[in-house]
Each structure stands twice: as structure tokens, then as C-alpha cells.
């Protein structure tokens, strides 16, 4: 018994000099899709299409090689996205269907004019 109570703290002890020695890491919630969106040369690089589940909550990391505004049509979210520091926009896909994704406006000239067609689209599916 006495055994058994020594192992225990010994245990317990050890445990607690190992959690207190492990660094501070920042924790992301798995819950939250971060999904990362370079734009070159007024395009987006890659896949064009992002497809998410509705409910997902949702945090799109934008970059890009020149000032733009974007916006996400339907889902009413905008961000002005700078060459070195990026964008970001967070939300919850509640609605259903396809969103467009424009650009207002490339370099000093951002504004409200679109740009030719979507950059890319989000599609939120029922669950």
C-alpha cells in the first residue's frame, strides 16, 4: 500500500513538473474553418471555389501583392486587404447557395466600382 501511495505521488508530481514546463501554446478553435486566399496579379491563386457546410463557422485569411476592398455578396461581409498585413473575414454560414466574392477596387483606387466578374465564390451545402 505504502508502494502504491509513493508511485501516486510520485505520478502526480511528475505530471505537474511537466505541464508546468511545456510552453504557452495559442490554441485555435477546431470548430472555426481557416482557410488562407492569396490573390496575385488581381487573381486568385489556386482553387477559386471554396466549399463549406452550413453551420461552419468560417474565417477566411486573405493576402494579397496590392490594396484591394473585397466583399462577400450575400453573406454581407467586406474587409480592405493590404500587401504584408492581409485581411480577414469571419462568419457563420447560415444560408445556403453560392456566393460571389468581387473586388471593389484595386490598388489606390478602392472603392465601390467592381472589378470584371468574381474572384472567387464560397458555397455553403445544407447539412
Known amino acids: 500500500m505504502k508502494?502504491?501511495?509513493q508511485s501516486s505521488v510520485v505520478c502526480g508530481f511528475m505530471a505537474f513538473f511537466l505541464a508546468s514546463q511545456t510552453p504557452v501554446i495559442a490554441q485555435t478553435d477546431p470548430a472555426v474553418r481557416i482557410l488562407t486566399v492569396s490573390i496575385e496579379m488581381r487573381k486568385v491563386v489556386g482553387k477559386r471555389t471554396?466549399?463549406?457546410t452550413q453551420g461552419d463557422?468560417?474565417?477566411l485569411?486573405?493576402?494579397t501583392d496590392e490594396k484591394v476592398e473585397l466583399h462577400l455578396h450575400g453573406i454581407d461581409q467586406?474587409?480592405?486587404?493590404l500587401p504584408g498585413a492581409g485581411g480577414t473575414m469571419r462568419f457563420t454560414a447560415?444560408?445556403?447557395g453560392r456566393f460571389p466574392v468581387t473586388s471593389h477596387g484595386f490598388g489606390k483606387k478602392a472603392g465601390h466600382?467592381?472589378?470584371p466578374g468574381a474572384?472567387?465564390?464560397v458555397e455553403v451545402y445544407p447539412k
Do not use: D, I, S
Open 3 to 5: 508502494f502504491l501511495l
Open 50 to 52: 471554396v466549399r463549406v
Open 57 to 59: 463557422r468560417v474565417q
Open 61 to 63: 485569411n486573405w493576402q
Open 78 to 81: 467586406k474587409t480592405v486587404v
Open 94 to 96: 447560415e444560408a445556403t
Open 113 to 115: 466600382h467592381h472589378g
Open 119 to 121: 474572384l472567387m465564390y
